[in-house]
């Protein structure tokens, strides 16, 4: 187990009721999973991955800037973050950084299974939000969104359409 920074981190179990607490790492933003592996990403590029939720091994991801969100489509992570940060992954422990469509605050990032793109949205920048990308490695502008504050997309599989909320705009 890696226990540092004394932060909590919630892992429910099969039952909802039972709350067991991690000790992990600092300002943790988000958590995914995929490929049989659950992956944290947090502030100073901190990565930490379980394959049950219990034991928590440190990951380098080669850099210091936070890591806002994580998600696992077409076989790779994605990592997305400040200063246009975008990272991949095929196990989670080797970390490349990739060259964004902007050097925007990256804030969310999705796949859409049905339409084999990753999505990703920010909260800064003028009319270039929106990026999108088949293999988290070649990233290219989307249509443009508002110049919302653009927090959090995902992929809606029952509607077969990508939501985005945005906190102002």
Do not use: H
């Amino acid at each position: 187990k890696v226990m540092s920074q004394n932060i909590t981190i919630l892992q429910i179990d099969q039952n909802p009721g039972n709350w067991i607490s991690q000790f992990l790492t600092s300002n943790n933003q988000t958590i995914t999973n995929g490929n049989g592996l659950y992956v944290i990403g947090a502030a100073a590029g901190r990565i930490a991955t379980s394959t049950n939720g219990t034991t928590w091994s440190l990951k380098n991801s080669g850099t210091t800037s936070a890591i806002n969100k994580l998600t696992y489509g077409n076989a790779v992570y994605i990592a997305v973050g400040a200063g246009g940060l975008v990272l991949t992954s095929t196990d989670a422990t080797t970390w490349t950084s990739r060259t964004s469509a902007a050097d925007n605050n990256w804030t969310s990032v999705c796949w859409g299974i049905n339409t084999g793109l990753f999505i990703v949205v920010s909260n800064t920048g003028t009319n270039n939000r929106v990026m999108v990308s088949s293999n988290g490695i070649n990233w290219r502008f989307y249509y443009s969104l508002p110049n919302n504050n653009w927090n959090s997309i995902i992929w809606c599989e029952e509607l077969n359409v990508y939501v985005a909320i945005a906190s102002a705009g």
